[in-house]
């Protein structure tokens, strides 16, 4: 294995607290930026940032796209070698589902040729086909086609899910100019990067809290907004073009909506780590009470507070017991570490570095707290003896 890079925390370090609006989204050169810089200035203050030149040396990146000629041209032909004709999720721009894209499945291929195809009869359809959420990295273990920037390294949700070969949230997206997603806050209150390696996206991004003017009478948000939209609502808002080569830090709860102003293809991951955690259980507990509200009138049935959780995995994704299989695990690993001295590694190429183990298992115990607020329910889930062991071995072992 190549040697790790450290991922390390200044114990001593002041977070400062985040601006609510700061006046610009900075754009940060990768190499003018350490992890410990991110981990301070972005993660930690829940701001948005954009690095540029982190693809530089992807396979991707130099490969999948001819930068030689006057433009850039995406090299189909290497793309259908490297990759079979595998089944691929699309979702169809032109038509709305409740509140997503109308989704299909497509060969890889015929996805490539209709992305090929230039004009013709076909251009209208072309134009809405965008290939999205695709698991081209667990689809192709093999196929080192980028490296996970260092700076999104410390990543307990892809950490978990690969150590115990479940769905990740690593994608790919290729679309064509005009193909969009719909205005949204991401999965679980998670952390987003993404990083354009070909074409432009146009990213329309609120600061946490905007979003609530944008709500309907019944409490709904729009499902496509524009700049006429935000300004009549008084919302304020970061018009990004984001072009190849930058990625772009979208934190928790930070609602965007997203469009290829050209034809446009991305790798993003979807994480959270000891920085957002709180705001996980926050988000998490938010969908539980709102289950609870909703079949409020069942109450009295045998196994109501099951009923709901089995309620809150399906509409949510996730429930308290897999939360706390999460954390269980990443505890585990870094006590590990630090009682017998086994290295966290992540993505094979970073390791924790003492400090950063600390942190981690410091913010388990903080949200595992405000969790074990919630006694009598956990008691009732048989979930109650798992939090409390955690909180103690880690507390034992951070003495
Ligand atoms: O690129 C897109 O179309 C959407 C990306 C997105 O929503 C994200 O990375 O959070
Ligand atoms: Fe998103």
Same mark, same amino acid.
């Given at each position: 294995?190549?040697?790790?890079?450290?991922?390390?925390?200044?114990?001593?370090?002041?977070?400062?607290?985040?601006?609510?609006?700061?006046?610009?989204?900075?754009?940060?050169?990768?190499?003018?930026?350490?992890?410990?810089?991110?981990?301070?200035?972005?993660?930690?203050?829940?701001?948005?940032?954009?690095?540029?030149?982190?693809?530089?040396?992807?396979?991707?990146?130099?490969?999948?796209?001819?930068?030689?000629? =006057? @433009?850039?041209?995406?090299?189909?032909?290497?793309?259908?070698?490297?990759?079979?004709?595998?089944?691929?999720?699309?979702?169809?721009?032109?038509?709305?589902?409740?509140?997503?894209?109308?989704?299909?499945?497509?060969?890889?291929?015929?996805?490539?040729?209709?992305?090929?195809?230039?004009?013709?009869?076909?251009? =209208?359809?072309?134009?809405?086909?965008?290939?999205?959420?695709?698991?081209?990295?667990?689809?192709?273990?093999?196929?080192?086609?980028? =490296?996970?920037?260092?700076?999104?390294?410390?990543?307990?949700?892809?950490?978990?899910?690969?150590?115990?070969?479940?769905?990740?949230?690593?994608?790919?997206?290729?679309?064509?100019?005009?193909?969009?997603?719909?205005?949204?806050?991401?999965?679980?209150?998670?952390?987003?990067?993404?990083?354009?390696?070909?074409?432009?996206?146009?990213?329309?991004?609120?600061?946490?809290?905007?979003?609530?003017?944008?709500?309907?009478?019944?409490?709904?948000?729009?499902?496509?907004?524009?700049?006429?939209?935000?300004?009549?609502?008084?919302?304020?808002?970061?018009?990004?073009?984001?072009?190849?080569?930058?990625?772009?830090?979208?934190?928790?709860?930070?609602?965007?909506?997203?469009?290829?102003?050209?034809?446009?293809?991305?790798?993003?991951?979807?994480?959270?780590?000891?920085?957002?955690?709180?705001?996980?259980?926050?988000?998490?507990?938010?969908?539980?009470?709102?289950?609870?509200?909703?079949?409020?009138?069942?109450?009295?049935?045998?196994?109501?507070?099951?009923?709901?959780?089995?309620?809150?995995?399906?509409?949510?994704?996730?429930?308290?017991?897999?939360?706390?299989?999460?954390?269980?695990?990443?505890?585990?690993?870094?006590?590990?570490?630090?009682?017998?001295?086994?290295?966290?590694?992540?993505?094979?190429?970073?390791?924790?570095?003492?400090?950063?183990?600390?942190?981690?298992?410091?913010?388990?115990?903080? @949200?595992?707290?405000?969790?074990?607020?919630?006694?009598?329910?956990?008691?009732?889930?048989?979930?109650?003896?798992? @939090?409390?062991?955690?909180?103690?071995?880690?507390?034992?072992?951070?003495?």
């Amino acid at each position: 294995m190549a040697s790790l890079t450290e991922l390390e925390v200044d114990p001593a370090q002041e977070i400062s607290p985040a601006l609510p609006f700061p006046p610009e989204i900075q754009r940060i050169p990768a190499a003018e930026l350490t992890y410990g810089e991110f981990f301070r200035r972005f993660m930690s203050t829940n701001t948005a940032v954009i690095i540029s030149s982190v693809s530089d040396r992807w396979e991707c990146f130099r490969r999948w796209v001819h930068r030689t000629g =006057e @433009v850039d041209k995406v090299d189909v032909n290497y793309l259908k070698a490297q990759i079979g004709n595998v089944t691929v999720p699309v979702a169809n721009c032109g038509k709305q589902y409740y509140n997503a894209h109308e989704k299909l499945d497509m060969r890889f291929h015929e996805f490539l040729d209709n992305w090929a195809e230039e004009g013709g009869d076909r251009k =209208e359809e072309r134009s809405k086909m965008y290939l999205k959420d695709w698991h081209l990295r667990e689809v192709m273990p093999e196929y080192r086609f980028y =490296e996970t920037p260092l700076f999104f390294g410390s990543d307990w949700l892809n950490e978990y899910l690969v150590d115990r070969k479940l769905d990740d949230y690593m994608f790919v997206y290729i679309g064509p100019e005009g193909t969009w997603t719909s205005f949204h806050a991401d999965v679980f209150a998670s952390y987003s990067w993404s990083t354009n390696i070909y074409g432009m996206k146009k990213w329309l991004l609120l600061p946490p809290g905007e979003e609530v003017k944008l709500k309907d009478n019944l409490g709904n948000f729009p499902f496509d907004i524009s700049e006429q939209l935000l300004k009549e609502k008084d919302v304020r808002y970061y018009d990004i073009r984001q072009t190849a080569g930058e990625a772009i830090f979208v934190p928790s709860g930070w609602y965007h909506q997203v469009q290829n102003l050209e034809d446009a293809i991305s790798v993003n991951h979807n994480w959270f780590n000891g920085c957002n955690i709180g705001k996980i259980w926050d988000s998490l507990w938010a969908a539980y009470e709102q289950v609870v509200r909703e079949i409020d009138d069942c109450r009295d049935m045998e196994n109501f507070d099951e009923h709901c959780q089995l309620m809150l995995k399906a509409s949510y994704g996730m429930d308290l017991e897999a939360f706390l299989d999460i954390l269980e695990h990443v505890a585990k690993k870094r006590i590990a570490a630090l009682v017998e001295g086994v290295d966290v590694i992540h993505f094979d190429l970073y390791k924790l570095g003492k400090w950063h183990i600390r942190f981690d298992l410091k913010k388990i115990q903080e @949200v595992l707290s405000r969790m074990h607020e919630q006694r009598d329910l956990l008691d009732i889930l048989r979930l109650l003896a798992r @939090v409390e062991e955690i909180i103690d071995n880690i507390q034992v072992t951070l003495k």
